[in-house]
């Protein structure tokens, strides 16, 4: 199935074209159609499936009949990393049209925002904050909103957005058409869009889930050794770009000048940094200035750079939601990736439960002299060792006593010196 079979305009069309996309993805097959009559979507959807595209096409549709230089369509989305894109998207796919879209969010100069939106915007991409700043001086009006977009519904919720979101909310036309996505639905989630949307037909795409394009390796490690094990692993690995995620914005810092020291291109991304550096480091990023970023959760949220080829858990997340999080930047549209996942002792629950919900697609791994055995499974889940068998079954300990075990899964790390197994 090709993209004609939604009789875009030619306009839009074209901007298909010009970005690529031959065939549709399974979200976009799923929502456009839908979306075009007009109806709410509810898309529970992993990022990198091409939810942005899903719904910009057919806001772009809708908006190139009708009046242009009003707020038609707004966007909302948890951080500016993920405004700044999707706006970059409507720019993108919508090239040829005449319509023209902004993006608004904290941390930059209001003044330039309020002349963009004096010289009539048709698409907003917002987050919340700077928006409410806008909509209590009088500087933008959301009277004309036909199309309302929560975009990462569940990092607003957990970023504590929601009450922001229904005072947005109340500036809007009650007629209108609205489109929740989340990577997962928490019940304050399912709350708000039982709230907020109509009759909404659910799409769901996969299991919430790290994508299938992922593979996933976990390696048990003592806190001290974790940056000599990341620059063994980078030195091993063939790759492409490489996002490293640490706890703590701190972290982040020392981590990145750690490997600045030893002559890696890197570069840092935390919420301390200040708007301008944030996108000079996104940037550089993305045009491969630096082949490594180390980021904190909240500064990576959105990012969509689609030649990661490896994410790097130095620390473990938080939650398994998160990890899925981290997780779907790498393995974008059609590509594939790999996961790396430091686990210490503390680590073991989260990890326990990753390895039960992932299955096969996870192996613990080692690396001479740098990891240490598997953490225990908690006692408090039976059977615990079921997962942690070693990949040729045969119930060998953790590091085996017996080298030269190389595992046939180990294909992009160079053999030579490194013994590597999987539990
Ligand atoms: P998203 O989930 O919207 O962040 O999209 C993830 C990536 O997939 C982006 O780099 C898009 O440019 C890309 N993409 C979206 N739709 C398609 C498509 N139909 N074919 C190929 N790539 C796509």
Redesign the pocket.
């Known amino acids: 199935m090709s993209f004609e079979k939604f009789a875009l305009h030619e306009k839009i069309f074209a901007g298909v074209q010009s970005?690529?996309?031959?065939?549709?993805?399974p979200i976009?097959l799923k929502s456009i159609p839908p979306i075009m009559e007009g109806r709410d979507v509810m898309g529970l959807a992993q990022?990198?499936?091409?939810?942005?595209?899903?719904f910009v096409l057919p806001i772009l549709q809708r908006l190139m009949q009708g009046p242009h230089g009003h707020v038609r369509a707004l966007i909302i989305a948890p951080t500016r990393e993920l405004s700044e894109?999707t706006n970059e998207?409507i720019g993108q796919l919508g090239r040829r049209t005449q319509l023209r879209s902004a993006s608004i969010y904290g941390g930059v100069s209001i003044q330039g925002q309020i002349k963009k939106l004096r010289n009539h915007v048709d698409i907003i991409s917002a987050c919340p904050g700077r928006l409410l700043d806008h909509l209590g001086r009088g500087t933008v009006d959301l009277s004309h909103v036909e199309v309302l977009v929560l975009d990462e519904a569940d990092h607003m919720f957990d970023m504590g957005f929601l009450p922001d979101i229904r005072r947005i909310v109340k500036s809007l036309p009650t007629k209108r058409q609205t489109l929740l996505f989340s990577a997962t639905m928490p019940e304050d989630v399912k709350r708000l869009a039982n709230d907020l949307l109509q009759n909404p037909l659910e799409i769901r795409i996969g299991r919430t889930a790290p994508v299938e394009t992922v593979s996933h390796r976990f390696y048990p490690v003592q806190m001290d050794t974790k940056t000599d094990l990341l620059k063994d692993l980078l030195d091993h690995t063939v790759r492409e770009a490489v996002l490293v995620f640490t706890r703590t914005k701190s972290r982040a810092k020392s981590v990145a000048g750690r490997l600045d020291k030893s002559g890696y291109k890197v570069i840092s991304l935390h919420g301390n940094l200040t708007q301008q550096k944030r996108q000079k480091a996104l940037a550089g990023f993305r045009d491969g200035r630096y082949e490594i970023m180390v980021a904190t959760d909240i500064a990576a949220r959105g990012i969509?750079v689609?030649n990661i080829s490896h994410v790097i858990n130095y620390d473990m997340p938080e939650t398994a939601d998160a990890y899925t999080h981290r997780i779907g930047r790498t393995g974008?549209?059609?590509k594939t990736g790999e996961a790396f996942t430091f686990v210490t002792a503390q680590d073991a629950a989260l990890a326990y439960s990753l390895k039960r919900s992932l299955g096969d697609k996870v192996a613990y791994h080692s690396v001479d002299g740098l990891t240490m055995a598997v953490p225990a499974a908690p006692a408090s889940h039976p059977g615990h060792n079921r997962g942690m068998k070693t990949q040729n079954g045969n119930g060998r300990s953790f590091p085996p006593k017996t080298p030269g075990n190389r595992s046939g899964k180990q294909r992009s790390f160079k053999p030579a010196g490194r013994r590597s197994w999987s539990h």
Not at 19 to 25: A, D, E, F
Not at 47 to 54: D, N
Request: proline fraction near 4%; aromatic fraction near 4%.
């Open positions: 970005q690529g996309y031959k065939t549709p993805t976009q990022t990198g499936t091409g939810k942005t595209a899903a894109q998207v969509d689609t974008r549209a059609t």
